[in-house]
């Protein structure tokens, strides 16, 4: 996707363009995975979807990372963001899935959907671990800086 972005903008990965395709690609997965929970949910094979959805995102931010990277150590303020990045990654879904879990004591017999089938709850779980994983990395990418800043002088 990067050299897709670079191809049409003509901009490299330190002018911040980067940042914004790994959100782009991310929400992309984000929008598979719920497609595939919706197809799942309507009784048609979806499940299929939910996992290439979360495996393809952990499996860019890893080709990301590397790309970024290399296998250099990552610094204290790479660290923070990660660190960071992980726990904002992880708050949501738990918070999505709470709040669902209260509001299906209210609602589950007026049609909110909840799980009933094992594909169902296979389906949901995947897709809540993919929404952590997505999360994270459009974290990541949201509180990464862009690095195209201007060479210091001999001033």
Request: glycine share 10%; net charge negative.
């Amino acid at each position: 996707m990067d050299r897709i972005a670079m191809a049409v903008t003509g901009q490299d990965a330190a002018s911040g363009m980067a940042r914004r395709v790994a959100i782009f690609g991310n929400l992309m997965f984000m929008a598979a995975g719920i497609a595939g929970l919706v197809l799942t949910a309507r009784g048609q094979s979806g499940l299929w979807l939910v996992f290439i959805a979360m495996s393809s995102s952990g499996a860019y931010s890893g080709v990301l990372e590397h790309q970024q990277r290399g296998k250099a150590p990552r610094d204290e303020r790479e660290w923070a963001i990660f660190w960071k990045a992980s726990a904002i990654g992880a708050f949501v879904p738990c918070v999505l899935a709470g709040f669902w879990a209260m509001l299906l004591g209210s609602f589950a017999d007026q049609g909110m959907w909840y799980p009933d089938r094992a594909e169902e709850w296979e389906s949901a779980g995947l897709f809540i671990l993919g929404l952590m994983v997505q999360i994270s990395n459009v974290a990541k990418a949201w509180m990464t800086p862009a690095y195209a800043t201007e060479p210091l002088g001999d001033d």
